[in-house]
């Protein structure tokens, strides 16, 4: 099996890289700091350096790294930018970062993901969103609209695909416990519900991509409790999340 992670040097894009490198996979992956890896030392991992918002960069890296494979089975993006944005407290380069990374990124990857696989005829996308894009409610931060948008854009290819065998799974995690979460919350992760650990969520997002499910959104409790606040009116949603954000920020 051949795997590609954009955004693969760290948190759950490495993590997933590691869970396929055991089972004895080929692994690609990408992203623009290859200092942060860890790992360097098996011969069944190729690290390239690849900022996802360039298409040249991932369609040039991802032809690289499948120049002496036969095929690509499965491609994961985990490529996204997420800063402290609660309540409008984002900078200008945050935001066009966020938008950069976590828009253009998610469509150039479904685009270099599909220029390899529809030759193939088969192969599997997955894109990681958030769960905090599940929800639509007025006052939801940067980041929560440009996931809400990433799951939106799996919608439109998972339809384009499905007639060339490619399935399509978006990925809607709530909080885990990843070094990025820990750095953006100085290691203080008390106000995150349902924290879940990495090896837990590659459990899951793995078998959702093997069983080629469309969504995923996990951990189940966090899931219910979307599902229950989304029967709520719009009006008494937005005060809620809005009142969940500033609390979460000591505001
Ligand atoms: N941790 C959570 O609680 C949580 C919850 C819901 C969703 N998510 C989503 O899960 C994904 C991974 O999060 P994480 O916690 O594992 O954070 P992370 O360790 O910061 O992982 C992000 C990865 O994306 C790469 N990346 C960022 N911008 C990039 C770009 N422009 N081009 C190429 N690679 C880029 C980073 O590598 P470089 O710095 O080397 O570029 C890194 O490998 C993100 O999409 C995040 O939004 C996380």
Redesign the pocket.
């Known amino acids: 099996m051949t795997i590609f992670i954009?955004?693969?040097?760290?948190?759950?894009?490495?993590?997933l890289a590691r869970h396929y490198l055991s089972k004895g996979y080929c692994v690609g992956?990408?992203?623009?700091?290859?200092t942060?890896i860890s790992e360097k030392n098996d011969e069944n991992l190729k690290a390239f350096q690849?900022?996802?918002?360039d298409m040249n960069a991932v369609l040039s890296t991802l032809h690289s790294f499948l120049v002496d494979k036969n095929g690509l089975n499965i491609f994961i993006?985990?490529?996204?930018?997420?800063a402290e944005d609660v309540a409008g407290r984002i900078s200008y380069d945050e935001a066009e970062?966020m938008l950069?990374?976590?828009i253009l990124?998610t469509v150039n990857c479904f685009e270099a993901a599909r220029k390899v696989m529809k030759n193939q005829k088969k192969g599997s996308i997955a894109v990681?969103?958030?769960?905090?894009g599940i929800l639509e409610y007025e006052n939801s931060s940067l980041?929560t609209k440009t996931?809400r948008s990433v799951l939106q854009i799996a919608d439109a290819y998972r339809r384009a695909l499905k007639p060339f065998g490619i399935s399509v799974t978006a990925?809607?995690?709530?909080?885990?416990?990843?070094?990025?979460?820990r750095q953006l919350n100085q290691n203080d992760l008390r106000k995150?519900p349902f924290l879940t650990d990495?090896e837990t969520a590659v459990s899951i997002i793995s078998e959702a991509i093997e069983k080629q499910k469309k969504l995923i959104i996990f951990p189940s409790k966090m899931k219910w409790m979307m599902k229950s606040l989304s029967l709520l009116p719009s009006s008494l949603l937005n005060i809620i999340m809005f009142r969940k954000a500033k609390w979460m920020k000591n505001d």
Do not use: M
């Open positions: 954009a955004g693969g040097t760290s948190g759950i894009g490495y993590a992956i990408c992203g623009r700091d290859l942060k690849a900022d996802v918002s993006n985990c490529a996204g930018s997420y970062e950069q990374t976590n990124g990681i969103a958030s769960v905090s980041y996931k990925i809607a995690p709530g909080y885990i416990d990843t070094e990025k979460l995150k990495v």
